[in-house]
């Protein structure tokens, strides 16, 4: 199952954190430091807020989508590969709390649109290398 992404950037996380946990009838699935996060079946939603962005803007960060095994992630790549448009992948990266592979890639009117799997947890909000040898899964 695939499960739609949507990153918001947030002046304030507590006010946002109240006013997504009404209208999603559920409170957040993690609340990290700066970060929230919401793992919705009805809608297939993942949608997180952070005051973390480093263009220092607030609103729509990106979207994605969100797979649950290797053979749905790889067939997200092909849907990329086949838009013409340059990608930009990472494997084995911190990003948002979790440990993944992602592919990014940005639409024609400019929105940045991530394919991604998630492998484990992460102590960190920054994108860096991690180590693949390491075990980090959860």
């Given at each position: 199952?695939?499960?739609?992404?949507?990153?918001v950037s947030?002046p304030?996380?507590?006010?946002?954190?109240?006013?997504?946990?009404?209208?999603?009838?559920a409170?957040?699935?993690?609340?990290?430091?700066?970060?929230?996060?919401?793992m919705?079946?009805d809608p297939?939603?993942?949608f997180?807020v952070s005051?973390?962005?480093?263009e220092?803007?607030t609103?729509?960060h990106?979207?994605?989508?969100q797979?649950e095994t290797?053979?749905?992630?790889?067939a997200?790549?092909?849907?990329l590969?086949e838009?013409?448009?340059?990608?930009h992948?990472?494997?084995?990266?911190?990003?948002?709390?979790?440990i993944?592979?992602?592919?990014?890639?940005?639409?024609?009117a400019?929105?940045e649109?991530?394919?991604?799997?998630t492998?484990?947890?992460?102590?960190?909000?920054?994108?860096?290398?991690?180590?693949?040898?390491?075990?980090?899964?959860?």
């Amino acid at each position: 199952m695939y499960r739609l992404h949507i990153h918001v950037s947030v002046p304030e996380l507590d006010e946002a954190i109240r006013f997504y946990s009404a209208l999603f009838a559920a409170s957040p699935s993690a609340i990290k430091d700066g970060y929230a996060k919401w793992m919705l079946d009805d809608p297939g939603l993942n949608f997180a807020v952070s005051v973390n962005s480093s263009e220092g803007r607030t609103g729509l960060h990106h979207v994605g989508i969100q797979a649950e095994t290797k053979e749905e992630f790889h067939a997200l790549g092909q849907r990329l590969l086949e838009t013409k448009r340059d990608t930009h992948d990472e494997h084995n990266v911190h990003c948002c709390y979790a440990i993944g592979d992602k592919s990014t890639v940005v639409d024609p009117a400019g929105l940045e649109w991530e394919t991604f799997i998630t492998h484990g947890e992460s102590p960190h909000w920054a994108t860096t290398y991690v180590d693949p040898n390491e075990d980090h899964h959860t």
